[in-house]
């Protein structure tokens, strides 16, 4: 009888450990919104779960003050939730248990020039290389700094911080890689891109390199230099930043004063359009030219032809 009343009490133990294994959250901070449970052996008016408050708080009946219970961990819930006990002559030596039955969740967003921008929900911290990963990593096009952007507390604006992606993802500044605790809206910018067209001999859109910026001529040499014809002055489109539906400006640029050092290299900003229309003048010149030499071969040929016949 003893042998099956001690199986039975392993069999019990057992599915109470299962159980616990399997609802248990991973350990965090109590948060605003989370969901405890609260056991204090002997009482059971005062055993209940509780839903942490905007505020950090909780409140359980016969006490004078809601207990603050905000980033303690549930051990440390437990004392805080003991002293006060005490403290108001509830109970002498109170026992206390304090479970976390439901994480509130806070999600977290990445955005940008990742390859899969996503939310998620966060049930504990998690750090930024985490999210970024989950993000499935960085694109091609991602910029040279991370901003993560915190909710406003109290009243205060939101913290916007920068995290440069190099010394990120080396790691040669661990702290960089900050803990997240959900809320957060994680933004990678891309990298601007200026856009050369017209009269070179590759047109296309270019990167801007973060700390080397881009000027007229480094366009002009990764569109693989001017082609032909080209006119001696440019002009780059720059559309306004505060009003998206104003024309883009003109300006105009001196692309032959450049070339030949006369005139200082202008800078590029993202999103400008260096384009380099073909000189006319230029290439009629050159169909005129072109027409007189096909015409003084045709003659000459005739020339000899009519002499050596002759």
Not at 99 to 111: D, F, K, M, R, T
Not at 136 to 160: C, F, M, Q, Y
Not at 201 to 211: A, D, S
Not at 252 to 276: F, S
Request: avoid cysteine; proline fraction near 7%.
């Amino acid at each position: 009888m003893n042998r099956i009343l001690a199986i039975a009490s392993l069999i019990a133990v057992t599915a109470v450990a299962q159980d616990r294994i399997t609802t248990d959250l991973p350990a965090r901070p109590i948060q605003p919104g989370d969901l405890v449970t609260i056991t204090v052996y002997g009482a059971q008016e005062l055993s209940r779960p509780a839903r942490v408050s905007t505020d950090g708080t909780i409140r359980l009946p016969m006490l004078s003050m809601p207990v603050e219970i905000r980033d303690l961990l549930p051990a440390q819930a437990e004392a805080r939730i003991a002293a006060a006990l005490v403290e108001d002559e509830i109970l002498v030596d109170p026992a206390v248990t304090v479970a976390i039955a439901e994480y509130h969740s806070s999600p977290v967003s990445v955005a940008g020039a990742v390859r899969h921008p996503l939310t998620f929900p966060i049930y504990q911290k998690t750090s930024l290389v985490e999210a970024i990963t989950r993000a499935e990593g960085l694109s091609a096009d991602a910029g040279a700094k991370i901003l993560i952007t915190r909710a406003a507390r109290n009243g205060e604006a939101p913290l916007v911080q920068r995290i440069p992606v190099k010394q990120l993802m080396d790691g040669s500044q661990p702290e960089l890689n900050v803990m997240l605790e959900g809320g957060e809206e994680i933004r990678v910018p891309e990298l601007g891109r200026v856009f050369v067209a017209g009269n070179v001999r590759h047109p296309g859109g270019f990167r801007i390199e973060e700390g080397t910026g881009m000027t007229v001529l480094k366009a002009v040499a990764l569109a693989e230099g001017l082609a032909p014809f080209s006119s001696k002055q440019a002009f780059i489109l720059r559309h306004s930043i505060t009003d998206a539906q104003a024309p883009p400006a003109e300006i105009p640029v001196e692309l032959r004063q450049i070339t030949d050092r006369k005139t200082p290299d202008m800078p590029l900003a993202a999103n400008d359009i260096l384009y380099i229309p073909d000189s006319r003048r230029a290439r009629m010149s050159a169909n005129a030219i072109e027409k007189i030499l096909a015409f003084a071969a045709g003659t000459a040929s005739g020339a000899l032809i009519l002499s050596v016949n002759r």
